[in-house]
């Protein structure tokens, strides 16, 4: 069973940046596509970006133009570059597949927080 450690988050100004990693422990060219999603405090979990095992994207409205997501396949890794981070990016980062997440996938998730 491939398992996720989601890396990279940190306490960044608004306006800053950050990129977090997704390492598995085993290959993930089986997997179609490849997610994040972010949880914030109080809220339920939501979907932020996906990449096919062909790299094609899909963002969410609230990130497109400002994140970037990308998959290194040789690696097992997916990225996501953050810019122009708001106050209202913080929240818990996991990644898993995507659109529709296996429950079996979720890991720990990387903390972003945004704040001055």
């Known amino acids: 069973q491939v398992q996720l450690v989601e890396s990279g988050g940190g306490l960044v100004q608004p306006g800053g940046s950050l990129r977090l990693s997704c390492a598995a422990s085993g290959s993930i060219d089986s997997i179609k596509s490849m997610g994040w999603y972010r949880q914030a405090p109080g809220k339920q979990r939501e979907s932020v970006a996906g990449i096919t095992r062909d790299g094609k994207t899909h963002y969410e409205d609230s990130v497109k133009g400002r994140f970037t997501i990308s998959r290194d396949n040789a690696k097992n890794t997916v990225y996501l570059q953050m810019n122009s981070l708001k106050p209202e990016d913080t929240a818990v980062y996991f990644c898993?597949?995507?659109?529709?997440?296996?429950?079996?996938?979720w890991g720990q998730g990387t903390q972003v927080t945004v704040s001055s």
């Open positions: 898993n597949k995507y659109p529709v997440p296996d429950f079996q996938f």
